[in-house]
């Protein structure tokens, strides 16, 4: 599972290009354009509600990936809920007919680590199939072990590739660039 994706840092579809998106870059590069859609009472707290859609461009298989994410202000502005819809085509004996898939996760606890720090401790997702109204699987990511501000030393950003990997960068208009490193920590080839 990634990790970023379970606390709520990042989103992107269940179903396609693990490309993840920071909620800044989803409300920066959704098309139509992402939307405050109001306030909404969530676990107690009145969150701001964006309605968002995931960048890029449909395919055969996917119409389209939009969310509704809920900011709550009483733990800095952390997301304390999403619902995902991904529109899907199915296909059967030829004929394809549109289908919706939904995501809720939702933030059950959060730790306050102090200086304007939380990190969920407790969240819980919940898919329903297509049409259905009960979630066919709820499954909860708890959070055991936090350490904030841990000292890093130097050494830590010291890394070396080793000779003969693939690097491979952030897409960026749909294309990766791979780089393939050499033995003195630069790329040979890309």
């Known amino acids: 599972r990634d990790v970023m994706n379970q606390l709520l840092w990042a989103f992107n579809t269940p179903s396609g290009p693990a490309v993840r998106h920071s909620l800044a870059e989803l409300v920066e590069k959704s098309a139509p354009p992402a939307a405050l859609k109001g306030v909404m009472q969530i676990a107690g707290s009145e969150c701001f509600h964006i309605h968002a859609f995931l960048p890029g461009v449909g395919s055969d298989h996917s119409g389209g990936t939009d969310f509704d994410i809920f900011v709550d202000p009483s733990v800095n502005y952390f997301v304390r809920k ?25 933030v059950k606890e959060f730790a306050d680590c102090e200086k304007g720090v939380f990190v969920p401790l407790s969240v819980e997702t919940r ?64």
């Open 127 to 190: 898919f329903f199939n297509a049409g259905d109204e009960k979630p066919s699987s709820i499954t909860t990511a708890e959070v055991s072990n936090i350490v904030v501000n841990w000292p890093i030393s130097p050494e830590a950003f010291d890394f070396e590739f080793p000779e003969n990997v693939q690097v491979v960068h952030d897409p960026e208009n749909g294309k990766s660039r791979v780089q393939l490193w050499g033995p003195d920590n630069q790329p040979m080839r890309e």
């Open 82 to 106: 999403v619902e995902m819809t991904q529109n899907m085509v199915s296909s059967t004996d030829g004929e394809k007919s549109p289908i919706r898939i939904r995501m809720v996760r939702e």
